[in-house]
């Protein structure tokens, strides 16, 4: 670094690294920094100026050597931004661009005052912390096709870069070729990958990997500072996401029908829009709304040609890009694509080669914005959750009404139901459901127990807690589940002393240029602090991905829910407010001695540590605690709970017992009664018939005595 009697000769190779070490080696925080000329070399030199003289004050110098000094520190960030921008992928170079306009505010908000050393060194550090944390966020692939999968396709990016380039400098749209280019993919890709595997890999990823190569490959071809503001211009990357959007269409055999639309009510009377699909190559019409859930709507869909049943059409909510500029539209697709993308490949693994008691996915569809739909079989019998309710209103006496063995029947029919669903998802195919619940329980047409609702799924034999967020309701969650997200929240305190500190320190940077803007302030004061920050977090991170559960926790959530349909309702009502149900499943799974089913106590309350009361039924409770065994390795496999002998019981998933769930969700009296009495006969059957007392059979007479018979007399042959 040229350091010449204390001051910083800036020549053409000088970096903003250099004037940072300048200022912390050799000045002072209340030094002004300030620039003049070498008249020999042409060289700027930043030097520390002293007091202002009047003739420098009303000749201008003094004024001129302010704005020298400040010019030379604009031009280092430029020079810096510019380098590092070449070696970054988009969302690491919009990250830094923002970093450099809010210290260039800063800077400009000086105004005639002079540079003071502490205010440029803050500055230079701030862009420089996070230039060096920016360099670890380069261009990557964020799984899905990658530019290489394309053979060669360099071509035909050129061919493309050409035409987006005439496009703009003109103001036409880049949609036609936009569409090119997704043909040019959809053919690129299937010349080397046509398995069903294969495409379905390609239409389940939202493509920001392959985007992003597609537009730095653009970028180097055109070079320099217009390549540069080609890889930034957002018409540019929504392009390339119609694109990706349009070869991912291409790769399933179902479909949305172009120009078809159905007005349907929804939820809170609003009318859905809605296009016919085409499944399995018959056509569905939208005839109906079924539910809703997170982010997506569920609707009905029949036929249009009148023959076969009736489907499920499983669609993102369009709300959620209403009012969205196009960048903020293709952002919320994108996660939108990559949540839908997962579960559509947790949903094929899961279901494998297909199970009575999963939910059958019946195809996919993607439209033109990249939104998966999944059509499904349509399950008319409602959640486990609602007919844990109805079957307990149902017991009684009376037409319609059954007793409470019968129902005990109903029970375990479904939950072996949903034990042999949920050991197809995770003991055959590897995949853990995390959001196991009763309202992800449903009845099928046939009275049959289905698992449905992968969307919190993730495959493999353990899932790293840190992965994935808390569903919406955690009721059904194991206690190491929610031990674990706690233990991540403790981890992670040491990044909310390190946030204190970051406030503190963008307090300086505020008292330091007064007219920044407090957002601004912020940014560069979080900046400033970004290695701690990186390596804090990393440490964090490290010691968090040690936290992990299996699939223990599935055992514990079906038990959950096994638990519900004899209780009649779901867990943690008694709770007011969902931390404290929280906390006290965590406090159950404390304890390996905890029982969680439990008869009352003498007072009529529960055991202190117990979750449910007893069902009355010593023989259930066992079944029951073996799956809500506080310690995950003392509980059962789902394969080994599928064989408890507790399903050996008369009546458990036969006919009988499905046309009586059936029977109760139509609510018709007659109907239950005869399902009722035709379950009765198996589970109590008649005793087997006894022969009618006979009478003793008479003896038979002795034989007589033999009686010597007399010659018979010569009988004359008619001759004599």
Avoid: C
């Avoid at 239950?672 to 006979?694: S, T």
């Amino acid at each position: 670094m040229p350091i010449v009697g204390g001051n910083l000769v800036v020549t053409s190779q000088t970096t903003l690294t250099e004037l940072q070490s300048y200022l912390k080696d050799h000045t002072a925080q209340g030094d002004k920094i300030l620039g003049k000329v070498d008249k020999t070399t042409g060289n700027t030199i930043l030097y520390v100026g002293g007091k202002t003289t009047l003739g420098d004050t009303v000749s201008g110098k003094a004024e001129r050597r302010k704005e020298l000094a400040k010019q030379t520190f604009d031009r280092l960030l430029e020079e810096a931004v510019k380098s590092d921008m070449s070696a970054l992928g988009k969302d690491a170079r919009i990250s830094l661009q923002n970093l450099a306009e809010n210290i260039g505010s800063a800077r400009e908000s000086t105004g005639k005052h002079s540079m003071r050393s502490a205010q440029m060194e803050r500055l230079t550090t701030a862009y420089i912390n996070r230039s060096t944390t920016e360099h670890g966020m380069a261009a990557t692939v964020h799984g899905g096709p990658k530019l290489s999968d394309l053979g060669n396709f360099g071509s035909t990016i050129q061919v493309a870069v050409g035409h987006f380039q005439q496009a703009l400098a003109s103001g036409k749209d880049l949609t036609p070729y936009a569409e090119a280019l997704g043909d040019a993919l959809a053919t690129a890709w299937l010349a080397g990958h046509n398995t069903p595997n294969e495409r379905i890999e390609f239409a389940a990823s939202n493509g920001k990997g392959l985007r992003n190569e597609i537009r730095d490959m653009m970028q180097t071809l055109i070079g320099g500072d217009a390549g540069l503001a080609f890889a930034h211009n957002d018409k540019v990357e929504t392009a390339l996401a119609k694109a990706f959007n349009r070869a991912a269409g291409q790769m399933l055999p179902d479909g949305e029908v172009a120009g078809t639309s159905t007005p349907i009510r929804g939820p809170g009377s609003k009318m859905n829009d809605l296009p016919n699909i085409r499944i399995g190559g018959q056509e569905y019409k939208p005839v109906g709304y079924i539910a809703e859930g997170g982010f997506a709507r569920v609707f009905r869909y029949a036929p249009v040609s009148g023959q076969g049943n009736e489907i499920a059409y499983k669609r993102p909510e369009a709300g959620s890009l209403k009012g969205k500029s196009d960048l903020a539209r293709m952002e919320t697709l994108d996660e939108q694509t990559k949540a839908s993308g997962e579960e559509l490949l947790n949903h094929l693994t899961a279901q494998g080669n297909g199970h009575e008691n999963v939910v059958e996915l019946l195809g996919a569809t993607r439209n033109s914005d990249g939104q998966l739909g999944f059509a499904m079989e349509i399950l008319p019998h409602g959640t486990m959750l609602d007919f844990a309710g109805e079957l307990a209103g149902a017991v009684g006496t009376g037409p319609g009404k059954i007793d409470k063995s019968l129902a005990d029947v109903l029970r375990l029919t479904l939950i072996q139901d949903l034990a042999e669903g949920m050991a197809h998802v995770q003991d055959t195919n590897g995949v853990i459901d995390l959001d196991f619940k009763s309202p992800n329980a449903m009845i099928g047409e046939n009275g049959i127990g289905k698992v449905i609702d992968l969307g919190a799924a993730r495959r493999g034999n353990t899932v790293t807690l840190q992965d994935v967020p808390l569903p919406d309701n955690p009721l059904w969650l194991a206690p190491e589940i929610l031990k674990g997200k706690n233990d991540i929240s403790d981890l992670a305190k040491p990044m909310g002393v390190l946030k204190k500190v970051e406030d503190w320190t963008t307090s300086v940077v505020q008292g330091m240029f007064p007219k920044l803007k407090s957002g601004k302030a912020m940014s560069i004061g979080g900046n400033i602090l970004a290695p701690d920050t990186v390596r804090e977090g990393s440490r964090v991170k490290g010691q968090q991905s040690a936290l992990q559960v299996n699939g223990a926790v599935n055992v514990w959530a079906l038990g959950m829910v096994a638990a519900d349909l004899f209780a009649g309702d779901m867990w943690g009502s008694q709770y007011r407010f969902m931390s404290d149900a929280q906390d006290a499943i965590v406090d159950f799974g404390k304890n390996p001695n905890n029982v969680a089913i439990a008869p009352k106590l003498p007072d009529g309350s529960l055991p202190p540590t117990a979750l449910r009361e007893s069902t009355g039924n010593p023989t259930v409770d066992g079944f029951l605690n073996q799956m809500l065994a506080p310690v995950p390795g003392n509980r059962p496999t789902l394969t080994q709970v599928t064989n408890h002998q507790i399903f050996q019981g008369r009546g458990i998933g036969g006919q009988e017992a499905r046309d009586l769930i059936v029977a109760l969700k139509s609510g018709d009296p007659t109907r239950i009664d005869l399902a009722k009495a035709n379950l009765d006969r198996v589970v109590n059957p008649p005793p087997p018939n006894r022969m009618p007392p006979q009478t003793p059979p008479r003896p038979l007479p002795q034989s007589p005595t033999t009686v010597q018979m007399p010659p018979l007399p010569d009988v004359p042959d008619g001759t004599g």
